[in-house]
């Protein structure tokens, strides 16, 4: 008992140098970015995929370990801690998070993240259905390109290359911790958990979905402190999206099985509602109010005194 008191200590501190050396790449790809003048959409797309980078990680250790379906909870529950928990907590910090007066683009982006979850039901994701979502992911992202290549580029202006190539470097030091960190996260929670009826997916949903999306919640924070009125939703869509396209790799690579029970119905119901309340969120005055925010942190409450409740009445 022991023993395992102390896994569970390391994993905490395991899941905080996760979120440091995810920040690292964040970090320096963001004042990469900003030193070549690439526009806010591009840098966006790159902050979403880079983000994602910890979940992919673990995804890839689950898989190796045989517990492939903790990636798939992992992918999924960090939409569900994104949408709920770090939208919410954002829009409590800064007040007001403006939305754009067409909202298609966000309706489709909001099924695209909700396509997983169908192709799941048969309780398989296989090689056709990895095709599927990174196909989704691409035709997402060439959608959002139309609507966003009017903006203006500006030119690239030389800069320093020694500055560049250290920001560069800071990326890949924090690509191999994100790596080595994640193996030992995925070993030491197994053991943690030896004799304990919990299903992997629980663990991934949950858990994992919660660690590896401390570096949104980060920036939410910084956001507060820095004493900016509006967070742009760019961050939280570019990363759903690269879960997306993540847990398509992981199914392409590797079929990944899912348990069709009591709990994946519920995160199904749980989506559908809270993808329903974001959408007439999006959609009323042009904004997201701390008041809506303070009912997503509720529905993420909700969401995990649901699944623990499901996990331990089973």
Known sequence: MTIKILAIFFLIILFFLLSKSADLIVVNLKKTGEKLRIRIFVLGIILGIMTSTPEMTIGINSA?????????????????????????????LNRKIKTEKKSWTFL?????????????????????????????YIAMIYILYNKNKRLDIPKIE???????????????IGIILLILISDLIVKTTIFALEGYNISPFIIGLIFYSLGTNLPELIIAIRSFRRNVEELSLSNLI?????????????????????EINISYFFLMLFLISLF???YIF?????????????????????????QIIIQFSS
């Open 282 to 306: 999006y959609r009323t005055d042009q904004l997201l109010s701390r008041k809506e925010g303070y009912v997503l942190i509720l529905m993420y409450l909700i969401f995990i005194g649901g």
């Open 108 to 136: 489709i982006t909001l099924i695209t993240l909700f396509i997983p979850l169908i192709l799941a039901f048969k309780g398989r994701l296989d090689e056709i259905d990895g095709i599927i979502m990174i196909l989704s």
């Open 238 to 258: 570019g990363s759903s999206l690269g879960n997306v396209l993540m847990l398509g790799i992981l199914s392409f690579l590797k079929p990944i099985n899912i």
């Open 158 to 172: 030389i800069v320093n290359i020694k500055e560049i190539t250290k920001h560069v470097f800071f990326i890949l």
């Open 64 to 92: 190796l370990a045989g517990v492939s379906d903790m990636s798939f909870g992992n992918l999924i529950g960090g939409i569900v801690v994104m949408f709920a928990l770090i939208l919410g907590f954002s829009s409590i």
């Open 276 to 278: 329903i309340l974001i």
